[in-house]
Each structure stands twice: as structure tokens, then as C-alpha cells.
């Protein structure tokens, strides 16, 4: 295959799991070549996601590097396989490429835990909560802001792929209680939590102010396991871009912090508790119902 324009998160890490797995075999990139009838150069480009891969010359190296897993083996295929079309693609030049790389990531995401500190997370924004964001925010102007609302409202449709994804939110008390978009919007919003919660593949937890132990977080963080734990992405996101991390130490770390804050948060949204047990015990479903009685009043 030729040589491609923008390299995509996706073709990147395709390349940068291959290398990683040659290096790993102790197999120089001209012994890697000649395995499939490629030159040391067109390895090259394959491993920095310039090329793609056909899948008999995938299935050769990985035979080679001494990859037996096969659920890796299979994941790593289809992340090849794939053309980085979806209904992302009207979006292009509309919306940044990292929103591009996200969509297209949580895509392909079996699993999607969330950690969110000041703002709701993505995935579960009502438009005009969105909006307020976008408005507060220094942009450069490149970009519509009702275009990047419209993309993020549409990545949303994967909370309905059943029984296909799990989605587990932490979100932190203080993203509850900030009132910048207006106390209706807050209301109309935490009432969608609720309602969002009762989908079977979604959990929502809230990490409360009075959480002992530890200090929380600073950064909110995302974690998409395509069903593969090796093949994991965490997307930290900072004020002017967004950071993947595919390596091993970096999916372990942030895997084990989710684990902590799910632990240290209240226990999930569960809106068909009855009020007798909502009354004896504190969860984030309570929690959440406190803070719109207080936007009422």
C-alpha cells in the first residue's frame, strides 16, 4: 500500500506495536523485511503507520516474533484491518484531528472507563452543557464550535451498542456542583446521568468531597480496552491536546488508578433502589438526587 497523508492514533499504534514486537524478537528491520519480501525501508514506513499491512505478511511476522496470544493476535488484525472510515469521516476538517483519533478509538472499544474531574464526561453532556463549555473555552477559531458540538453529540450513539461496549464513569463531586452553565441546564443535566445510568452497560460513580484515604486524582483520564489489555489506549487530556499512551507501564498505572477511585467512590447510580435504602446508606444515586433538590431551591 502507498504511502498515506495524516497518520491517524490508530495506523500509529499499529506500527508502533509491530516494532515494539520486533524489537521484542531481537529481529533487525531488514531480517523483518525479508521474512515478507519487504525492504528495510517499507518496514520502516509499515512501523510508523506511513503503510499499511496485509494480513498473510501480519500473520508472518507475528508467527515470527513468537506471538501465540490469540485474542491479541485477532485484535491487532482487525486494528490493521481497519480503514479509519466511520461516521467520523463527515467530520473531517470540521473538527480536530485528535476528535477524529477519539471517535474512531472508542470505536473500537469493548470496555470505556472515564475519570472526570470538572467537567461531565463527554459521553454523557446534554448539548446545551456542551455549549456552555465551548463558549467558556479560548479557542483559536479554526474550528465551528457547533460543528465540534454536533461531533460530540454523535459520538454518544456508541452508549446504545449493546450488548457490545461497557462503559464505567468516575466522575468527581466537584464536576456536580460547578454551576457555570446555568442552574436549568445543571438540572436538565443531572437528571441525564440518571437516566443514563439505568442503560445495562453503563455504571456511573461519583468520587464525593468527603472520599478518605487519598487525595483525588488532578487529571481526568480516559481508558479503551478493545478487548485487549495489551492493545489498551489511555487518553489524558491537557488544556490544548490530548495525550495517547500505548505503552505497558502507562496502561497498568492509569488501569490501577481507575481501580482506586472506582473503590474510593460511592457506590453506582442505581435509580430502582428503594427509598428506605437510599435513606440508610449514602451512593452516588443519592448524591446526585441531593444536588438537584438543592438547584430547586
Same mark, same amino acid.
Request: some cysteine.
Given at each position: 500500500?502507498?504511502l498515506?497523508?495524516?497518520?491517524?492514533?490508530?495506523?500509529?499504534?499499529?506500527?508502533?506495536?509491530?516494532?515494539?514486537?520486533?524489537?521484542?524478537?531481537?529481529?533487525?528491520?531488514p531480517?523483518?523485511?525479508?521474512?515478507?519480501?519487504?525492504?528495510?525501508?517499507?518496514?520502516?514506513?509499515?512501523?510508523?503507520?506511513?503503510?499499511?499491512?496485509?494480513?498473510?505478511?501480519?500473520?508472518?511476522?507475528?508467527?515470527?516474533?513468537?506471538?501465540?496470544?490469540?485474542?491479541?493476535?485477532?485484535?491487532?488484525?482487525?486494528?490493521?484491518?481497519?480503514?479509519?472510515k466511520?461516521?467520523?469521516?463527515?467530520?473531517?476538517?470540521?473538527?480536530?484531528?485528535?476528535?477524529?483519533?477519539?471517535?474512531?478509538?472508542e470505536?473500537?472499544?469493548?470496555?470505556?472507563?472515564?475519570?472526570?474531574?470538572?467537567?461531565?464526561?463527554?459521553?454523557?453532556?446534554?448539548?446545551?452543557?456542551?455549549?456552555?463549555?465551548?463558549?467558556?473555552?479560548h +479557542?483559536?477559531?479554526?474550528?465551528?464550535?457547533?460543528?465540534?458540538i454536533?461531533?460530540?453529540?454523535?459520538?454518544?450513539?456508541?452508549?446504545?451498542?449493546?450488548?457490545?461496549?461497557?462503559?464505567?464513569?468516575?466522575?468527581h463531586?466537584?464536576?456536580?456542583?460547578?454551576?457555570?452553565?446555568?442552574?436549568?441546564?445543571?438540572r436538565?443535566?443531572?437528571?441525564?446521568?440518571?437516566?443514563a445510568?439505568?442503560?445495562?452497560?453503563?455504571?456511573?460513580?461519583?468520587?464525593?468531597?468527603?472520599?478518605?484515604?487519598?487525595?483525588?486524582?488532578?487529571?481526568?483520564?480516559?481508558?479503551?480496552d478493545?478487548?485487549?489489555?495489551?492493545?489498551s489506549?489511555?487518553?489524558?487530556?491537557?488544556?490544548? +491536546?490530548?495525550?495517547?499512551?500505548?505503552?505497558?507501564?502507562?496502561?497498568?498505572?492509569?488501569?490501577?488508578?481507575?481501580?482506586?477511585?472506582s473503590?474510593?467512590?460511592?457506590?453506582?447510580?442505581?435509580t430502582?433502589?428503594?427509598?428506605?435504602?437510599l435513606?440508610?446508606?449514602?451512593?452516588?444515586?443519592?448524591?446526585?438526587?441531593?444536588?438537584?433538590?438543592?438547584?430547586?431551591?
Amino acid at each position: 500500500m502507498g504511502l498515506r497523508g495524516e497518520i491517524s492514533q490508530r495506523q500509529r499504534r499499529f506500527g508502533e506495536e509491530l516494532q515494539r514486537l520486533r524489537m521484542a524478537a531481537g529481529l533487525s528491520a531488514p531480517e523483518a523485511g525479508a521474512l515478507v519480501g519487504m525492504r528495510s525501508p517499507a518496514v520502516s514506513h509499515t512501523e510508523a503507520g506511513r503503510t499499511g499491512l496485509n494480513q498473510e505478511r501480519l500473520a508472518i511476522w507475528l508467527d515470527a516474533y513468537g506471538c501465540e496470544d490469540p485474542v491479541y493476535r485477532a485484535k491487532l488484525a482487525d486494528m490493521g484491518r481497519r480503514t479509519g472510515k466511520g461516521w467520523w469521516s463527515e467530520f473531517a476538517d470540521r473538527v480536530p484531528l485528535l476528535a477524529l483519533d477519539l471517535a474512531e478509538a472508542e470505536d473500537s472499544a469493548a470496555l470505556i472507563d472515564n475519570y472526570e474531574t470538572f467537567y461531565l464526561p463527554g459521553l454523557l453532556q446534554l448539548p446545551a452543557y456542551a455549549e456552555a463549555i465551548y463558549e467558556g473555552a479560548h +479557542r483559536d477559531g479554526k474550528f465551528d464550535a457547533e460543528a465540534e458540538i454536533d461531533f460530540r453529540m454523535n459520538r454518544q450513539r456508541i452508549l446504545n451498542d449493546l450488548p457490545r461496549r461497557q462503559f464505567r464513569f468516575v466522575i468527581h463531586e466537584t464536576a456536580l456542583r460547578l454551576r457555570f452553565p446555568g442552574d436549568a441546564v445543571m438540572r436538565a443535566q443531572l437528571t441525564h446521568l440518571l437516566e443514563a445510568a439505568e442503560l445495562p452497560n453503563v455504571t456511573i460513580q461519583v468520587l464525593p468531597f468527603a472520599a478518605l484515604k487519598k487525595p483525588p486524582h488532578t487529571g481526568q483520564f480516559l481508558l479503551l480496552d478493545p478487548g485487549s489489555e495489551d492493545l489498551s489506549t489511555v487518553v489524558v487530556d491537557h488544556p490544548s +491536546r490530548a495525550e495517547y499512551l500505548g505503552d505497558r507501564y502507562s496502561i497498568a498505572t492509569y488501569r490501577r488508578t481507575f481501580d482506586q477511585l472506582s473503590d474510593l467512590a460511592l457506590p453506582p447510580v442505581d435509580t430502582g433502589r428503594s427509598p428506605l435504602a437510599l435513606s440508610s446508606s449514602r451512593d452516588s444515586c443519592g448524591l446526585i438526587r441531593h444536588l438537584l433538590y438543592l438547584l430547586q431551591t
